[in-house]
């Protein structure tokens, strides 16, 4: 069993910049493919950005590419999600996820662990 535990999350004005954490309890963490979603309120969870098992592929929903960045460190067991010129409308409960096979997939049903999720508020 892994545990993801995310933070950096909190309350930005639009233009403004977070970096989130995910932390997880594996010693083989670099076996993971890790990645981020989101959930805003009333809508459903949705893929935010993923990154391979040894980093060099990385994929972005659309609407974030060019804004936000996902990195991990394999030495500390965990992923970031760096996000830079937040807009109102990435308002919404972040996830991190991980998956025990290699690929990063958009569908939340492919991953096998989740964090608690941490709220990220961009006020206008």
């Known amino acids: 069993q892994v545990q993801l535990v995310e933070s950096g999350g909190g309350l930005v004005q639009a233009g403004g910049s977070l970096r989130l954490s995910c932390a997880a309890s594996?010693?083989?963490?670099?076996?993971?493919?890790m990645a981020w979603f989101r959930q805003a309120a009333g809508k459903e969870r949705e893929f935010v950005g993923g990154?391979?098992?040894?980093?060099?592929?990385?994929n972005y929903k659309d609407s974030v590419k060019g804004r936000f960045t996902i990195s991990r460190d394999d030495a500390k067991n965990t992923a970031y999600l760096q996000m830079n010129s937040l807009k109102s409308e990435d308002t919404a409960v972040y996830y991190c996820?991980?998956?025990?096979?290699?690929?990063?997939?958009?569908?939340?049903?492919?991953?096998?662990?989740w964090g608690q999720g941490t709220q990220v508020t961009v006020s206008s």
């Open positions: 996820a991980a998956r025990i096979f290699a690929g990063v997939y958009r569908s939340a049903n492919e991953y096998n662990y």
């Open positions: 990154i391979s098992r040894s980093g060099g592929s990385v």
């Open positions: 594996t010693r083989t963490f670099s076996s993971y493919t």
